[in-house]
């Protein structure tokens, strides 16, 4: 009597088994990524003694990997210039970036973690500090689509440093923008 190989196969592992891993597989493969660029107005308070609060541009893009429902996981590449010719920070950072989508809403929370490098030029006299360092920031933000594929980044704040900096800089952010979000 010959048996049949896929037959054999199936009847080796119970259906339930079968059907839950079918299941998350569904859920766990991706669906078509998502890419969007930004430009923000941002305003920074250096936490540094004799710095004003500065102001300028962020902007870059983040592309989505992984769609599992209700949430978006991915990455985001920035940049943010900070500051005028005497007090400025900037940054450019890359990091990972997770994304609340609720399907009723058009309100997107999102939490970033970034890692790059960045030039802070600060101070005056013998206080003065021009150097390139190691910059990390840790962002949270909230996103609302107003068009579809246009969404306003109604809120953004952001805190980071400089590592080996020699001065305890801390730039702390507040941000708002546009995201168009491409096909």
Same mark, same amino acid.
């Given at each position: ?33 998502? *890419?969007?660029? +930004?430009? @923000?107005?941002?305003?920074? &308070? ?8 500065? +102001? ?10 992984? $769609? ?5 996981? /991915?990455? &985001? ?7 005028? &010719?005497? $007090?400025?920070? +900037? ?18 929370? +999102? ?6 490098? /960045? ?9 003065? =500090?021009?150097? *390139?360092?190691?910059?990390? @920031?840790?962002? =949270?933000?909230?996103?609302? *689509? =107003?068009?579809?594929?246009? &969404? ?17 800089? *801390? ?13």
């Amino acid at each position: 009597m010959r048996r049949r190989p896929l037959l054999a196969l199936v009847s080796r592992f119970p259906f339930r088994m079968v059907l839950l891993l079918a299941c998350f597989a569904a859920f766990a493969l991706p669906s078509e990524a998502q *890419t969007g660029v +930004y430009a @923000e107005f941002s305003t920074s &308070d250096f936490h540094s003694p004799g710095i004003d609060r500065q +102001y300028g541009p962020t902007f870059g893009f983040y592309h989505e990997i992984f $769609h599992p429902p209700f949430f978006r996981v /991915g990455f &985001d590449a920035r940049a943010s210039l900070l500051g005028s &010719d005497s $007090h400025k920070a +900037y940054m450019g950072l890359i990091g990972p970036q997770v994304q609340i989508h609720p399907s009723v809403l058009p309100l997107m929370p +999102y939490v970033e973690g970034l890692v790059g490098v /960045g030039n802070v030029n600060v101070g005056q006299g013998g206080s003065f =500090i021009n150097k *390139t360092a190691f910059a990390y @920031e840790g962002v =949270i933000g909230l996103d609302w *689509t =107003i068009l579809p594929r246009l &969404d306003w980044r109604v809120v953004e704040f952001s805190a980071g440093g400089f590592g080996g900096a020699g001065a305890s800089i *801390t730039p702390r952010n507040w941000s708002t923008g546009v995201v168009l979000r491409l096909p």
